[in-house]
């Protein structure tokens, strides 16, 4: 199975900053790669797919980016409603598997 | 509108087996992949497997293999998650969520409301 590290694996930073979290690969991927949100005690929701599209609904302060085995998860400009725990997840399809990073908890300070 | 319910709370007994249900309405049951996703109290989100509702056709990750079964039964638009042998580690929640294809490159856009399942003697 592909494994997946984010860095950091929490943050606590100001409103109206620039965040961004990283992940990684432990080998090439597509562009299979999604961002997830994960507000405390709530279900997860999708963000960003195909690493770079933002899903309908999602505020334009979030964007993604990357390639190979390197994706960036930013958000522009930091929002109370932002505090949750951001996982990164990717599809390997000549695995046919997935994988999510460990998340990375964001705070506002 | 896309909906996944799921059953209830359980307690299990170490050693038993689980098998968690995950009812799909508001779209073509066959058209989507539906995943597994575990998650443990304050961890993180963990990928089980997956199933295509259509054929049956399954994929476990390395982790889970030999004690996770995934079935469906497209007469009531419904996958099952079976887990065997359970232990204390295996106290978690676990979601379906479907998978949208090619239309968000294989994300996870709806999710079940999550399935809290205890293991405790």
């Known amino acids: 199975d592909i494994q997946m590290t984010q860095s950091p694996s929490s943050l606590s930073a100001s409103v109206g900053d620039r965040v961004t979290i990283a992940c990684r690969a432990s080998?090439?991927?597509?562009?299979?790669l999604a961002w997830y949100q994960q507000k405390p005690g709530k279900l997860p929701t999708l963000l960003i797919y195909?690493?770079?599209t933002l899903q309908s609904g999602v505020p334009s302060r979030f964007s993604g980016s990357g390639s190979g085995t390197d994706f960036t998860l930013t958000i522009s400009s930091l929002q109370p409603e932002d505090v949750a725990t951001y996982y990164c997840q990717i599809y390997s399809s000549a695995l046919r598997t997935f994988a999510f990073g460990p998340g990375t908890k964001v705070d506002v300070k | 509108q896309v909906q996944l319910v799921q059953s209830g709370a359980e307690l299990k007994r170490p050693g038993a087996s689980l098998k968690v249900s995950c009812e799909a309405s508001g779209y073509t049951f066959t058209e989507y992949f539906l995943h597994w996703v575990r998650q443990a109290p304050g961890q993180g989100l963990e990928w089980m497997g997956w199933?295509?509702?259509?054929?049956?056709?399954?994929k476990y990750a390395q982790k889970f293999q030999g004690r996770v079964t995934m079935t469906r039964d497209t007469s009531i638009n419904a996958v099952y998650l079976g887990l065997t042998t359970l232990t204390s580690d295996d106290t978690a929640v676990f979601y379906c969520a479907r998978d949208c294809g090619r239309y968000c490159a294989s994300a996870s856009d709806y999710w079940g409301q999550g399935t809290l399942v205890t293991v405790s003697s």
């Open positions: 080998q090439v991927i597509s562009n299979f």
């Open positions: 195909g690493t770079s």
């Open positions: 199933i295509d509702p259509n054929t049956g056709d399954t």
